[in-house]
């Protein structure tokens, strides 16, 4: 039971957390540019955005948040086969 539980949290959930940080860094090059566009959107005036322009800067910022979370399904969607697939063999 010891080894059990010595596998799990010393090698598997380590294992785990890797692929999850490694699958966000792939898209943070997406979550420094929305957090980038949110700054401005919040002080319009402060950025020198015109409120003309406001209105497509915001729809900017929906298709790029839609961007990453699509980036994040994929990833989550890679990562669960990679775990699982592990965890299978492991049991084999």
Do not use: F, W
């Not at 322009?53 to 086969?81: A, D, F, M, P, W």
Request: with cysteine; glycine share 4%.
């Amino acid at each position: 039971m010891k080894r059990a539980i010595d596998e799990t949290y010393n090698v598997e959930i380590p294992r785990i957390e890797n692929i999850v940080s490694q699958s966000l860094n792939e898209c943070s090059d997406q979550i420094r540019q929305l957090n980038t566009l949110i700054y401005h959107l919040e002080n319009p005036e402060g950025h020198g955005i015109q409120e003309r322009v406001y209105g497509t800067k915001k729809q900017e910022y929906k298709n790029r948040l839609q961007s990453l979370h699509q980036c994040i399904k994929e990833k989550y969607k890679k990562n669960e086969k990679e775990i699982l697939l592990r965890q299978i063999s492991t049991k084999l």
